[in-house]
């Protein structure tokens, strides 16, 4: 796994990007997904993933990053499609993104299996994968009440981390899994994990590092 200070993060030629989340036509998100369209692969569609809120939704954002000069998207919706559609669907696209939502739950369950197998493949050969709000939350170890898949190596991943009840939730987490720390991701904002070791803020650049439940925060 490649690492920076305390941060482990998946193997594989692509880039991993954790979105604190918010309003995808705002400035600092077009910022975010303009730097990690900049990283995918020539010529490679972009395959957006969504379950945890609606299909309109979903549909404006694609159509919000082919303004930014995005390649050809389609949506995924990893709750309906067969098995077989969804491997052959994602492991050839040149990036994943894994959106936002309330219903967190049925988004990872419909991420295990094929779909993440799919995912797999598209990172090992350089695909990038932009998880936004909760969709960057799943990419972590901890979720409130399971097991994230585990791509940032013990991390609580926290996102729309703005105010006190994130910081609140955090400590709560923290100190469930004292063996964990804490990556809090304000709205707008972005950490940014490369192939060799990068590490970047992007957007508002407002991450913060929260080593254990009783550790200070370290903002990046």
């Given amino acids: ?3 920076a200070n305390v941060i482990r993060w998946r193997d594989g030629a692509g880039w991993l990007v954790l979105s ?11 910022e975010i997904e303009a730097e990690a369209l900049a990283r995918v692969p020539a010529g490679d569609p972009v ?17 919000a990053l082919e303004d930014l000069g995005a390649p050809t998207g389609f949506l995924v919706d990893v709750l309906t499609e067969d098995d077989a559609t969804l491997r052959e669907q994602l492991a050839v696209v040149g990036m994943v993104i894994i959106e936002d939502g309330p219903n967190v739950t049925e988004l990872r369950s419909g991420l295990l299996g094929a ?3 799919g995912i797999n493949a598209a990172y090992e050969r350089g ?14 170890s901890v979720l409130d009440n399971q097991q994230g898949l585990e791509w940032v190596e013990g991390a609580v991943i926290v996102p729309h981390y703005d105010g006190e009840d994130e ?3 955090m400590r709560e987490l923290l100190t469930a899994h004292p063996q964990s ?30 080593l254990n439940s009783s550790a200070a925060k370290e903002s990046m």
């Fill in 1 to 3: 796994m490649p690492q």
């Fill in 20 to 30: 604190g989340g918010g309003d995808f036509e705002s400035a600092e998100v077009g």
């Fill in 47 to 63: 395959a957006y993933i969504w379950a945890a809120t609606d299909v309109e939704t979903a549909d404006k954002h694609l159509t």
């Fill in 115 to 117: 779909a993440l197998e």
């Fill in 127 to 140: 695909a990038v994968i932009l998880g936004v709000g909760q969709g960057a939350a799943i990419l972590g």
């Fill in 167 to 169: 910081s609140a939730r």
């Fill in 181 to 210: 720390y804490g990556l809090g991701i304000g709205t707008g904002s972005a950490l940014a994990l490369g192939p060799n070791g990068e590490v970047l803020a992007w957007g508002k650049q407002q991450v913060t590092v929260a």
